[in-house]
């Protein structure tokens, strides 16, 4: 029985609300089982009909196998139903068929990105560099801001040439924009087949196959309260990559007043820590070393199920063998509790950094955005972290310019962060967004006061991280090594015959570049995906530079970065 065959069927049958493909039964896995719902028997004998003309999928009719009893949660488990499937090997001769994914906006959308390759690959189709060799285009939408929004739209406005060149291309539109416009977008772009929102990613494969067999056109934005994507997605693009998103939660209940998210992305919804584990272990089996853990607010992972706490599930992470680094992000201060703030001290793969978006330094500011901490809260728990972790990196995003903002506001999230020295930030002009509350505000601030003042937070930030790069000159930081990156520049004689420059990221989530010396050469072939100790020579604006070191080069992070002078 082939691999994509079963995960083919299990795709089709979890596209329908009222059906779940509770396991495969036997050792060869040709037997899977579902429950589903009462009334929609019929229903499912329809999908069952189609799969057999498809791939010769046969229905069993009887009771629940021995021994399956409680394997899994069932939601709807009035009936039982097996799905014998008997392939018929030719009529499941399928045609490779390339896909071209066009992502724009937060790691999520990377995520998501990710899972729609997964869920597409057992219907054929594999990734594509090239929008023109596509079979199918989809643009993976973000709505967070109007810039992110218009680029999606400038984008899907170029593939109407394309389309008209090529009449089969399927044109698919994702994502948050997708969520918020439904049927508009197809009614504005005649070119576009698909619109699907952020919750409908794993009803793709039966949609696709609608489009492919019929041509038809489809919109589908429905939500859920409950997350559906528990299955982990063995995607195709996690191959050779070394850090890996995983998504632990959806949605947000927070709803700040210059936000679309709660809109475009659902209430929050957390995964099983169960599934979170299985997926994490699944990318380490296949060569990732570094995980990322996605939310948009990890801090109140489980809280609404009743799971583990979020620092419960990092410890839980951090038992998994094999695995060397845990990031999480994102952050809201006001749910960020002391016992996570420990985990910094006790958990040897949590990385030092911490993103802790503040958005303001104004109280006034602050409670108008309905962020619920004020500055002092915040800055108590800045200092709270850098007590268990002195050597945490801070990062933050910031808006300027939200509606009635004063110059004095303004300078008070100058002063924030003079105080705190984060060493990065993210800071956007405030715009409005469709359905967030802060576009009925009144007190717009004008484009050109927005504009000065994102030039002042950057300026400032930009020198203190200076700052903070030149007093890491001379140290030594533990990093895991991304892969070479661009030529050397540099005219020192040691690297000279060693052009190759390697990139890797710190702990502490820095860029170092670094070259091999000549001696060292035979620890290239294995430096990708290792851990290795590396003096920081230099200090740019963005990133740092510095030389391996004789020392070993490690699978796993051994005891963690130090910070060595010179
Ligand atoms: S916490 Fe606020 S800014 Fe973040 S996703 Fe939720 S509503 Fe948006």
Same mark, same amino acid.
């Given at each position: 029985m082939d691999r994509r065959q079963i995960s083919y069927v299990k795709f089709i049958l979890e596209a329908y609300d009222n059906v779940a493909v509770m396991s495969t039964l036997d050792s060869r896995e040709a037997v899977i089982q579902v429950t589903i719902a009462p009334g929609c028997e019929t229903m499912v004998d329809g999908i069952i009909q189609g799969l057999a003309g498809e791939i010769g999928v046969?229905?069993?009719?009887?009771?629940?196998?021995?021994?399956?009893?409680?394997?899994?949660?069932?939601?709807?488990?009035?009936?039982?139903k097996q799905v014998e499937i008997e392939p018929?090997?030719?009529?499941?001769?399928?045609?490779?068929?390339?896909?071209?994914?066009?992502?724009?906006?937060?790691?999520?959308?990377?995520?998501?990105?990710?899972?729609?390759?997964?869920?597409?690959?057992?219907?054929?189709?594999?990734?594509?560099?090239?929008?023109?060799?596509?079979?199918?285009?989809?643009?993976?939408?973000?709505?967070?801001?109007?810039?992110?929004?218009?680029?999606?739209?400038?984008?899907?406005?170029?593939?109407?040439?394309?389309?008209?060149?090529?009449p089969s291309l399927i044109v698919a539109v994702g994502g948050c924009v997708a969520q918020q416009e439904g049927d508009a977008i197809l009614k504005r772009m005649p070119h576009v087949d698909l619109v699907f929102g952020t919750h409908?990613?794993?009803?793709?494969?039966?949609?696709?196959?609608?489009?492919?067999?019929?041509?038809?056109?489809?919109?589908?934005?429905?939500?859920?309260?409950?997350?559906?994507?528990?299955?982990?997605?063995?995607?195709?693009l996690t191959d050779g990559q070394i850090s890996a998103f995983v998504t632990i939660m959806r949605g947000c209940d927070n709803y700040c007043t210059y936000c679309v998210v709660p809109h475009v992305r659902g209430r929050e919804a957390s995964r099983h820590p169960d599934r979170i584990l299985e997926e994490i272990r699944m990318r380490v089996d296949r060569g990732?070393?570094?995980?990322?853990?996605?939310?948009?607010?990890?801090?109140?992972? %489980?809280?609404?199920?009743?799971l583990c706490s979020f620092s419960e599930l990092l410890a839980r992470v951090n038992g998994i063998e094999d695995l060397g680094r845990i990031r999480f992000t994102t952050s809201h201060p006001k749910d960020l509790s002391d016992e996570l703030i420990d985990a910094f001290g006790r958990l040897e793969k949590l990385c030092h950094h911490m993103h802790l978006p503040v958005q303001s330094g104004d109280d006034e500011i602050l409670k108008r955005m309905n962020r619920r901490y004020t500055r002092s809260a915040y800055l108590e728990k800045i200092d709270r972290l850098r007590a268990v972790c002195p050597d945490i990196a801070v990062?933050?995003?910031?808006?300027?310019?939200?509606?009635?903002?004063?110059?004095?506001?303004?300078?008070?999230?100058?002063?924030?962060?003079?105080?705190?020295?984060?060493?990065?930030?993210?800071?956007?002009m405030y715009s409005d967004r469709p359905n967030a509350p802060a576009t009925a505000f009144? %007190?717009?601030?004008?484009?050109p006061t927005k504009k000065r003042r994102l030039q002042a937070l950057l300026d400032l930030q930009g020198r203190i991280t200076r700052e903070k790069h030149q007093a890491m000159v001379g140290q030594i930081r533990r990093i895991l090594v991304e892969g070479p990156?661009?030529?050397?520049?540099?005219?020192?004689?040691?690297?000279?015959?060693?052009?190759?420059?390697?990139? %890797?990221?710190?702990?502490?989530?820095?860029?170092?570049?670094?070259?091999?010396?000549?001696?060292?050469?035979?620890?290239?072939?294995?430096?990708?995906?290792?851990?290795?100790?590396?003096?920081?020579?230099?200090?740019?604006?963005?990133?740092?530079?510095?030389?391996?070191?004789?020392?070993?080069?490690?699978?796993?992070?051994?005891?963690?970065?130090?910070?060595?002078?010179?």
């Open positions: 046969m229905p069993v009719e009887g009771a629940p196998a021995a021994g399956m009893s409680g394997k899994q949660a069932i939601r709807m488990p009035d009936k039982m018929k090997g030719s009529l499941f001769q399928m045609k490779e068929k390339l896909l071209y994914i066009s992502t724009i906006g937060c790691q999520m959308n990377v995520y998501d990105a990710n899972q729609i390759a997964g869920v597409l690959a057992p219907m054929g189709y594999t990734g594509t560099d090239t929008i023109e060799s596509a079979d199918m285009v989809i643009v993976n939408t973000c709505t967070i801001r109007e810039k992110a929004e218009q680029k999606a739209f400038s984008f899907l406005g170029r593939l109407a040439k394309i389309k008209s060149a090529n409908a990613i794993f009803r793709l494969p039966e949609m696709v196959r609608r489009i492919e067999s019929s041509r038809c056109r489809i919109v589908d934005v429905r939500m859920s309260d409950t997350i559906e994507f528990d299955a982990p997605v063995d995607g195709p990732v070393r570094e995980v990322t853990l996605l939310g948009q607010n990890v801090n109140s992972y %489980g809280n609404k199920e009743g990062t933050s995003d910031f808006i300027v310019g939200f509606p009635g903002e004063t110059d004095r506001q303004f300078q008070a999230t100058l002063d924030l962060i003079e105080t705190v020295r984060y060493d990065g930030v993210f800071a956007f009144s %007190g717009k601030i004008d484009e990156g661009r030529e050397m520049e540099s005219g020192d004689a040691d690297m000279a015959s060693s052009r190759v420059q390697w990139t %890797g990221r710190s702990s502490s989530n820095h860029i170092i570049h670094f070259a091999v010396p000549e001696a060292q050469r035979d620890k290239k072939e294995l430096l990708t995906g290792a851990f290795a100790d590396i003096m920081i020579e230099g200090a740019y604006a963005h990133s740092l530079r510095g030389r391996l070191i004789d020392g070993p080069i490690m699978a796993t992070p051994g005891k963690g970065e130090t910070s060595v002078a010179a």
